[in-house]
């Protein structure tokens, strides 16, 4: 019975780093940018940037940093 699961745990461990990097090898963009004030150009903090489809649903999304930055992974350059 431990040999069963020392197995289990060896195969696992083995197999765990597999899955995230082909998590990580999907199809997908990055968006990147920093959102300012049209008037006078400061970084805004805390604003929502968001991937919006065809039939206006959120499929993603982010909020800007202490700098106005964002990072946000879109699944569809369509959005």
């Known amino acids: 019975m431990k040999s069963k699961i020392a197995i ?5 461990t083995i197999l765990l780093p597999f899955r995230s990097i082909a998590q990580s090898s999907a199809q997908g963009f990055i968006v990147q940018g920093q959102v300012t004030s049209k008037t006078d150009g400061d970084p805004l903090i805390g604003v929502n940037v968001s991937e919006i489809d065809d039939n206006n649903r959120v499929i993603n999304g982010t909020i800007t940093d202490f700098n106005g ?7 569809s350059p369509n959005n």
């Not at 289990?8 to 696992?12: A, D, F, H, N, R």
């Open 8 to 12: 289990l745990l060896l195969l696992t």
């Open 69 to 75: 930055q964002f990072v946000l992974k879109v699944k």
